[in-house]
């Protein structure tokens, strides 16, 4: 028995019971857990990209603030801040 889905051009094969409808019903199984796998698959891929861009590298470039306690500065690079604080004596 083979089986095409046509939206997404799917191809299953069965052979394994000696009845017609045995081979349609384990080949409709397949089917629908081979399209199951898929849409799995684009789900956690969709999910692992947008996390991606989320999340920093964490290399020494991709920090967060700077600190320069001599001049009393602090830069914060995700916002593009600079504050300039005054340290007491």
Same mark, same amino acid.
């Given at each position: 028995?083979?089986?095409?889905?046509?939206?997404?051009?799917?191809?299953? $094969?069965?052979?394994?019971? @000696? /009845?017609?409808?045995?081979?349609?019903?384990?080949?409709? !199984?397949?089917?629908? #857990?081979?399209?199951?796998?898929?849409?799995?698959?684009?789900?956690?891929?969709?999910?692992?990209?947008?996390?991606?861009?989320? $999340?920093?590298?964490?290399? @020494? /470039?991709?920090?967060?603030?700077?600190?320069?306690?001599? !001049?009393?500065?602090? #830069?914060?690079?995700?916002?593009?801040?600079?504050?300039?604080?005054?340290?007491?004596?």
């Amino acid at each position: 028995m083979q089986l095409t889905h046509k939206p997404s051009g799917l191809v299953v $094969v069965c052979q394994v019971e @000696r /009845s017609q409808h045995g081979n349609r019903a384990r080949a409709m !199984q397949m089917l629908a #857990t081979k399209l199951y796998d898929l849409e799995y698959q684009r789900h956690h891929g969709d999910i692992a990209s947008k996390r991606k861009s989320l $999340v920093s590298t964490g290399d @020494r /470039s991709a920090k967060i603030r700077t600190y320069n306690w001599p !001049q009393g500065r602090i #830069t914060d690079h995700r916002i593009n801040m600079k504050f300039t604080i005054s340290i007491p004596l």
